[in-house]
């Protein structure tokens, strides 16, 4: 049975900092040999045997800062009980530190967050109150500081985006500790508006060529470009057909390349990004066909249309189609479609299996119908 | 390697050769050995399909059979344990063999040892009464109980472990199709590698076979050979379902029949070489033709013999069975970097070397070789062998392989390693992209997004002393075995004088044959091969394509299908000068589904016209893509010419781009990663954040009784995004009865400010957990959809963003289209303009229907089949759906959408988007949206 030994209290300071050895002496010189020595932290307990009166502790156990609980046992008996603070040292090395959300948008004056955890050597949070200096250099090339001060073991900073788009750049320096350069981008916001350029009249409608339709910059409400790779899509139409070209912003400008149609035409041009349209343009085309033949072949059933020729008096592009009608009487009108080459279109009539006797051939291209009458035999 | 099989081989050879000499003399036995080594169908399991266990243990097999036939013989215990231990083996090598080979082969050699103790007993060899045979089976009896009870016994204990987690844990896999179930004379292709190459020559043979095996004292054999020779004919005829009952015959593979019977044969065919060259056979070609004739036989048998055999043994030369080999080291490299083997990974198009990637990597597989051990329903409950292969089990395999690639999330599955471009558009338009090509020329596809496996997987806990068996006993019997037959055999007859005792002189007494050679079995062995070799191949040979319009067209398509471009272009007809290099050269820049992705699954013909010298064929041709399947209708007009008929050949595009060299601005985008090499987790600071997603509106909708969410999402950001948009079904109870992502109907890619519509379409089997499905009935379909069983539903949508920065070709346009009105059906048509400089190999239209309001109601995609190339064209025309046909169920709002993980509700703050801003299209009261996504197949970076 172990007696509790009379009177035997710990004696040591209140407070060190962290990583200090701590000198804990005992009040009497009479050591038990079943005295024990309890040390207890946020990690866990560490228990020792008491072997002097005067007793160093590891400092080991000292590196981490807050509370340090020592008991001294005898056996089941607690003699004494001391609460030592442990404080931080200065802050030192690599903060931690993080920022974010890593884009905002100038035109909501979006609010971004510097976080910092300056620590000491042991990744003890600075002491409460510390003042941390957070840096930074904006869009503008202006430069910031603000001081502030550790709560709750962390230094916080909220800052806004401001008009200019670019990146500001962060960090952070607290005593003898330094952050890694953070950064983020403040971005344009939504287009405010589009406009489109001018657009040429009376092009060629030969099918072929493309023509470039392009917006001025688009901006956002301060006078930002977009930012490169924001779609814009192009709406050609005119009463009856409709068409889509996407394209990107590059240097807040889109364009695209819009193909000739084959007809005249007459196009309102609009452009949309994000939930803006532009105001609308027109873009007309004209078709200029000069009159072409057509030759039948009776030994060989074969229709020759052409040469067929435009305005500069080129041959038509390869590939336009021609649609030819074949009409019989008390047959149903056979409508085929053949690509010219080199100006030229020829239709094997074999292949259709005609009836012999008259027979009405249509040639349509680019709003021109040519008829012609022929017999088959 | 190598060593191992010329074991195996070797075994087995032997085996032949002593099983033999139950049946044959020994100078049969010794041809029959020499035969063996050039059968048909060993040279087909070995060359062709590598199938080591099953040569394995129909070696050990015959040495049992011959062992037992030897202790029943003589009643000496010694060969009783030899076969014994020889069963041993052979369970442990392949159990399936010794199941059957119970039945085929041991229950016969019983029978005729026990026959042959009843002759041996009497002066005369010759054959007893039924009487005498039957005591003779009595007096065995009990020997012979006891040694079906040890082999049973056998059977369960070697292979214990294994039927204990068959009986805890069934195999609930669904039947998969097999060429050797098919009628063979329906499916020729199955016929030929399942019965005329396992066969060969042999099937020359068989009436001999026949009479020899049904007779005198091989009766027995010639029973179980039969037997196996009906069975090996698979769905030929419907008498191998009725012996071997639905369950059995949809679920085994009946070429194991068809090689036992083959083996059976060996023997006998040893025994007819023998007297063809040198006895009764020989003597009668040569009084029926003479010597120079009887020479000319033997040279044209010899000549059958050489060219089955290199024909065999090169047939994966011919018609390759599998890809060609893939060093896996850059897989395994890749795998083991930057702790990608945290993610599951599946392969396409590595054949049965799928195996061997996961024997070298300690990442895991979603897939895998044996069929029946799997547990994932979305597998056990589809008849596919194996996801890699899938587009060789048609719409069956492709739907399954769609289900992993739209929720990957639920298997960890983020990798993806492809040797085959067949499945690239499937791949993009599920929400996957490439990340890079490998050195040995496998792509890496990567889906976004994915989370890893969780540190601790579920493990079914084996018992440790089934694990101590699976570990001890199979080659514990194999090292029993070898002592047993080698060292104690050599004890027993040298060292204990036993090789005089006649009981263990290893010949055995034959029956003399008393059958007449038949000059007619002569004339089988000649005629056959040629007819055989006729039938095989006068698809290719002798198929007169041309002697009919429908024919022709017919041909030409299977040409184009097989890519044999060579006959394709010989079809056409000569008058229209189409050379063979400018035909080649149009096939070369044409690109597209049906051009590069699609199999031809089926071809029909209508004549609309035709005389004496023209025609014109209406040609209906169904294709299998890795999209959806296809119909697609041609004309062609065919004119005949000395007697044959020819193709005018289709036009191709003439039309000539404006520009020869074309500059594209563009912008451009790379996501470092870890900007510090390092092995270490990726720091905050190098995670890209999440791009800002705006659901307009999103609500569930019936249309032909299937439910469906449908919405428009639009990327706020100023990243591109690469989404995933997953709707979640919920019942009156709030409790979660499906859920499912987007997968064809939505724009993975979004650039800044890009709106798409989205659909989703619940699939069967997706989000049901492990174990409490049981797979359904067998549906041929692609899409199984998910039937839900009230009406009172509500729905979440949950959509997440990361940054992407490959893979987007936002260059592709719409041109000139319009509703029109075809047939009483409404339809949108128009044509796709490229103006970029890389070509659009599949190109998809998604169509969103609005009301007056433009709240979206319905979703509509459409493949188009022509790639598109830089500043060229393809038409397109796609039937509207009519609004009537779609119902609303449920509006979804605002609380019930969630963005990166947050409420939009919470973090739009106040923010509005207006509505109708955009390139609608107004079709009776309603509005109609066209958006256009590209799949690049050959991009600038690959």
Known sequence: MILKPDNLKIICKNEIQAGESLEIELSSNKIHEDLLIVYTQMSGSYVFPVESKKIITDTFLTRKSGKLNIRLLAGPHLLDTQEINILPNMGTGK?????????ILTTTNEPSMLVAIPADEFDNPVTEGTISDFSYIRPNYSKELHQIRMEKLTNHHTFFAQTKTGKTLAGVQCDNGFSDEKYV???????????????PQDLQADGKHYVEIKTKKITDKLGNNVKDGTIVTFSISDKKQINQYSSVTINGVAKIDFKYPTVNKKYEVIAFCGNVKSNSMSLTFISEINDFDIKYDQVNMNLVIGPVTGTLNQFVPDGSEFKIGVSQASKKKIEITSPAQDGMIEVDLKELFLDKKPTIISVKYAGKTTLRQIFIK | MISVWLLVLGNFIFGVFRFSKIWVDDKSALAATMFAVVSPTIMETIHVFGQLPTIAGIGFLLHASTETYKWIKHDKTFYLISALSLFAVTVAAHHVTTIFGMVFFVAPVVLTALMDRCGIEKVELKYNPVKTFISEIWKFRFKLAFFGCAVIFL???VMFPYWYWSKTDPITQVPIPHGSRDSFINVKSSGIVFFIIPWGIVLSLLPYLFGRLLSGKNFFMGMSFSLLVILGTGGTTPIPKMLLGENAFNILTLDRFTFWASIMAIP????????LFSGDYSELLSKRTGRILQKVFFILITIYLIAQTIFIVNLNQFRPLQPAQIDIDPITRFLERDEHYKWRFLTLGFGDQVAWLSANTNAKSIDGNYHSARRVPELTSRAIERLENSKFNGVEGLGSLQQFLTVPEKYHLKYIFSNDKFYDPLLHYAGWHRVQRLENGIMVWEKQDVKGLPPRLPQKIIPLYQRIMWGVLPLSCLIIAIIINLYLRLWLFRIKGKENDPSYISTIPHAKIKSKPSFIHLILLLMIPPIMFVWATKDIFFK???????????????????????????YFDPEYGLDFDQYILEISVSDGMLSSYAKLNSITTEILEQNENAAKILATTRWVTPLQKYEHKDIHLLKKKNNKWYLRPQEFDISIPPDQFIS??????????????????????????????FIHHARVVKKDSLISVVGEIQNTDNLPAHITITAEILDSLGRVVTRYNAKFGVQHKLLPKEKTGFKIEFEELAWREDGKHKPGILNPKEFNPFFFEEEK????IFAKAVA???DIYKYGNLQNYSVVKKENKFCVEGSIVNTGVDEITIPELIVSYYDKDCNIEWVDYHFIAQAVRPQREAPFSHPLTESYHVQTIYKINDDNLYVNGLQQATFLKGRSMEPCVGNYMEHKNKKIKLDLNSFVGIPSLY
């Open chain 2, 804 to 806: 992407e920065n490959t």
């Open chain 2, 544 to 570: 007169q394509a041309q002697s009919h319009p429908e024919k022709t067209v017919m041909w030409y398509y299977d040409a184009l299908d097989l890519k044999r471009f060579n006959e394709a272009h010989s």
């Open chain 2, 793 to 796: 539903l509500t729905c979440r």
């Open chain 2, 664 to 693: 594209q601005p563009t912008v451009r985008y790379f996501k470092q990663g870890k900007r510090r090499v390092s092995t270490d987790k990726t720091p905050h600071d190098d995670v890209v954040d999440r791009p800002e997603l």
């Open chain 1, 185 to 199: 981008d403040e971005e344009a916001g939504w287009p405010l508006q589009i406009s489109l350029e001018t657009l």
């Open chain 2, 268 to 275: 006998f065919v040893g025994q007819f070489s023998v007297s």
């Open chain 1, 95 to 103: 903060i931690e530190s993080y920022i974010g959300p890593k884009s």
């Open chain 2, 155 to 157: 059977l369960i204990f």
